[in-house]
Nanobody, 122 residues
């Protein structure tokens, strides 16, 4: 089983930046993409960004394109989400995930991290 542990959440003002980290352990064979999802209170969990294990393919939700960047240190089994120009609507719990397909859809997630809170104030 794969364990995913996120860190790096916190509170920032609008326009600020945060960098989230996700460390994976366990057997990750079969993972098509490592991804970041987020969920705000009262809203559905949505895909934010994903990266293939090779790092050659990345995917972003339209709402974060140009502001967020997903990257990885493959040998450390760590993925990152650099979040710049943060907006209040980015406030959510952010989850690391391992997907069976690079869809940024909940139904393709095999493993979830515990989540880390990101608060962006206006």
């Amino acid at each position: 089983q794969v364990q995913l542990v996120e860190s790096g959440g916190g509170s920032v003002q609008a326009g600020g930046s945060l960098r989230l980290s996700c460390v994976a352990s366990g057997y990750t064979y079969g993972t098509a993409c490592f991804a970041w999802f987020r969920q705000a209170p009262g809203k559905e969990r949505e895909g934010v960004a994903a990266i293939s294990p090779s790092g050659r393919n990345t995917y972003y939700a339209d709402s974060v394109k140009g502001r967020f960047t997903i990257s990885q240190d493959k040998y450390k089994n760590t993925r990152y989400l650099q979040m710049n120009s943060l907006k209040p609507e980015d406030t959510a719990v952010y989850y690391c995930a391992a997907e069976t397909a690079c869809r940024l859809y909940n139904d393709y997630v095999r493993y979830w991290g515990q989540g880390t809170q990101v608060n962006v104030s206006s």
